[in-house]
Structure formats: structure tokens, C-alpha cells
């Protein structure tokens, strides 16, 4: 899947031939002939890579659609995928905006209200429970039997909030906890709680609190 992020183009393949621009994004399968012309100059794009197991998860047996709409939402999904790969803990964070944003092209029909309630409260738990499947989008959608982008979309329409924020929020109790606890070292209380450093703890913890960590410390001593 390849999302222009600056200028345009002419490409021909699957579908017809299209002027590529970032209102449109075109997919492509393996042993795909493809013609490119850029009248214009250069561009800007971005390529995603996906799995044929993850493209099922996602889609199940639905056929590639040749080019996408790339509405605001989706644009802004874009921009944000590529801010995350500059920060730490993007994994989990990324590939939550790379599923939706790839989901958005042919967004399934959401499911009723009471299974789709039953599968967030699964997630819940599995995220209270700090289930090991639960330190990745892509392996708790796997472990719940259905796609990262259902997952994630259902989580947040009936949470009121992302996957990512939810599980960070979780995280972040937990390390009020344990500096209630009197933990001396941030650095192991990190690397006990699953953050990439210390100062991504304390990244977390103020966007969360307002506080840093030796703050909220100070605060519960």
C-alpha cells in the first residue's frame, strides 16, 4: 500500500491507469506489472509492507482494491504513523495506526453491540492482567481470534479512548503503585514495567499526570 505524502504522479497497473496523489493510495499485490511517469517531478510517498497472514486478519478473504480514497482521517493516521517511528515505544502505538489506517481503506461493518462489548472487555482484561499476547496490538487481535483493525476501531468507539492510551493509563497506575510502594530506582521500575527507558517512563507518566515521576513521588511520600 503506497500513500503519497508530497507531489504526485502517473502510475498504470491493477485498475487502470491514475494520477497518484496524496487524496489517493493504490495497492499492490506480488507479480503486479506496474508503469510510473512524474511529470511533475519528484515525490514523497510512503510504502507499507504487509503479510499475506496479516492482510487475512484484516480482511479476511475480501479481494485487494486496486486504489483507496484517502480521506482527512486517514491522512492524519499517515502523519502520525511516521511522527511515532521517531519516539519510543512505537511499536505498539504504530502498529495500532498502521492497522486503522490500512482498515480504513475497506472498513468491514462493525459488529453488534453486545459481541463487540464481550471482545472489549476481553482486551481489558487481558490488558489488566498484563496477558503476554497484550504487549502488541497485533498479537492480542490474534489471541481474541479477530483483526488488529476491528480491535482497535471497536476499543475506542466503546472505551472513548485508543488501545494505546487505555494501555498506558494502565501502566501508569501501575507505577503509582509501586512508587507508593517506596521503589527507589526509576531506571528498574522502567525496565519492570515494560518502558523503554527512564525517560520514557517519565515521558508517560507526565502526559498522563501533569507530573514527572520524582514529582508524583514527592507527592505520595
Same mark, same amino acid.
Given at each position: 500500500?503506497?500513500?503519497?505524502?508530497?507531489?504526485?504522479?502517473?502510475?498504470?497497473?491493477?485498475?487502470?491507469?491514475?494520477?497518484?496523489?496524496?487524496?489517493?493510495?493504490?495497492?499492490?499485490?506480488?507479480?503486479?506489472?506496474?508503469? *510510473?511517469?512524474?511529470?511533475?517531478?519528484?515525490?514523497?510517498?510512503?510504502?507499507?509492507?504487509?503479510?499475506?497472514?496479516?492482510?487475512?486478519?484484516?480482511? &479476511?478473504?475480501?479481494?485487494?482494491?486496486?486504489?483507496?480514497?484517502?480521506?482527512?482521517?486517514?491522512?492524519? &493516521?499517515?502523519?502520525?504513523?511516521?511522527?511515532?517511528?521517531?519516539?519510543?515505544?512505537?511499536? *505498539?502505538?504504530?502498529?495500532?495506526?498502521?492497522?486503522?489506517?490500512?482498515?480504513?481503506?475497506?472498513?468491514?461493518?462493525?459488529?453488534?453491540?453486545?459481541?463487540?462489548?464481550?471482545?472489549?472487555?476481553?482486551?481489558? &482484561?487481558?490488558?489488566?492482567?498484563?496477558?503476554?499476547?497484550?504487549?502488541?496490538?497485533?498479537?492480542?487481535?490474534?489471541?481474541?481470534?479477530?483483526?488488529?483493525?476491528?480491535?482497535?476501531?471497536?476499543?475506542?468507539?466503546?472505551?472513548?479512548?485508543?488501545?494505546?492510551?487505555?494501555?498506558?493509563?494502565?501502566?501508569?497506575?501501575?507505577?503509582?503503585?509501586?512508587?507508593?510502594?517506596?521503589?527507589?530506582?526509576?531506571?528498574?521500575?522502567?525496565?519492570?514495567?515494560?518502558?523503554?527507558?527512564?525517560?520514557?517512563?517519565?515521558?508517560?507518566?507526565?502526559?498522563?499526570?501533569?507530573?514527572?515521576?520524582?514529582?508524583?513521588?514527592?507527592?505520595?511520600?
Amino acid at each position: 500500500m503506497a500513500l503519497t505524502r508530497r507531489g504526485g504522479f502517473r502510475r498504470a497497473g491493477r485498475g487502470g491507469p491514475q494520477f497518484v496523489d496524496p487524496t489517493l493510495a493504490y495497492l499492490t499485490v506480488p507479480g503486479e506489472e506496474e508503469c *510510473f511517469a512524474h511529470p511533475n517531478g519528484g515525490d514523497d510517498c510512503t510504502s507499507l509492507h504487509l503479510t499475506e497472514r496479516l492482510w487475512r486478519e484484516l480482511f &479476511a478473504e475480501r479481494p485487494v482494491p486496486a486504489v483507496v480514497h484517502v480521506d482527512a482521517r486517514v491522512d492524519l &493516521a499517515h502523519r502520525l504513523l511516521l511522527r511515532s517511528a521517531a519516539r519510543a515505544d512505537a511499536d *505498539f502505538a504504530a502498529a495500532e495506526r498502521l492497522v486503522r489506517l490500512v482498515g480504513a481503506a475497506t472498513a468491514p461493518a462493525v459488529d453488534g453491540a453486545g459481541r463487540s462489548r464481550r471482545l472489549v472487555e476481553r482486551a481489558r &482484561a487481558a490488558l489488566h492482567d498484563g496477558h503476554p499476547d497484550a504487549a502488541g496490538l497485533i498479537p492480542l487481535a490474534r489471541a481474541l481470534g479477530v483483526s488488529p483493525y476491528r480491535l482497535s476501531r471497536e476499543f475506542q468507539a466503546l472505551v472513548g479512548v485508543p488501545l494505546t492510551r487505555y494501555r498506558n493509563r494502565l501502566r501508569v497506575g501501575r507505577v503509582l503503585d509501586r512508587l507508593e510502594d517506596g521503589v527507589d530506582s526509576l531506571a528498574e521500575l522502567a525496565a519492570e514495567l515494560g518502558f523503554a527507558d527512564q525517560a520514557h517512563l517519565t515521558r508517560t507518566v507526565r502526559a498522563q499526570l501533569g507530573h514527572t515521576p520524582g514529582e508524583v513521588r514527592r507527592l505520595l511520600s
